[in-house]
């Protein structure tokens, strides 16, 4: 049974872009309410901790490397059917396979710096939420 939140962080490229506003925008007009919200910069141990699914894969190095170079937005948005409608509205991994209107074939530079992540299910979504929000920073 799926759950009616996902995670979102809006990555250093998009940060930087100045693409958060347009981002968030994109978010809540998709019908997602914003439960938590954080502005805050990963250290290259907590991009490590958060990606250490993907310890020993090739590209592990270079994605801490870049989710720690600048600050970042986490957030969990909640509507039904949260993660497959969250996925569908941030569009394919690769921008240049993205629907058109996605919010990476609108904002993404490449596949490495795709301007969002988004939870790929609900035990995801929990885990990584969890590692960004207590309780009291829920709303």
Avoid: Q, W
Wanted: proline share 3%; net charge negative; hydrophobic share 40%.
């Amino acid at each position: 049974m799926s759950t009616n939140r996902t995670f979102t962080m809006i990555k250093p490229d998009a940060v930087a872009n100045g693409h958060i506003g347009a981002i968030i925008n994109d978010i809540t007009a998709a019908g997602f309410k914003i439960i938590a919200l954080k502005y805050t910069k990963l250290t290259e141990e907590t991009a490590g901790k958060f990606y250490e699914v993907h310890k020993g894969r090739p590209f592990y190095t270079d994605l801490v490397t870049f989710m720690s170079s600048g600050p970042i937005v986490a957030a969990i948005l909640e509507k039904d059917n949260a993660i497959e409608d969250f996925r569908k509205l941030i569009g394919a991994t690769n921008p240049a396979d993205a629907a058109e209107g996605t919010i990476r074939n609108k904002y993404a530079n490449s596949i490495e710096a795709n301007a969002v992540h988004g939870s790929d299910s609900d035990e995801n979504a929990a885990i990584e939420g969890d590692f960004f929000f207590t309780a009291a920073e829920r709303f």
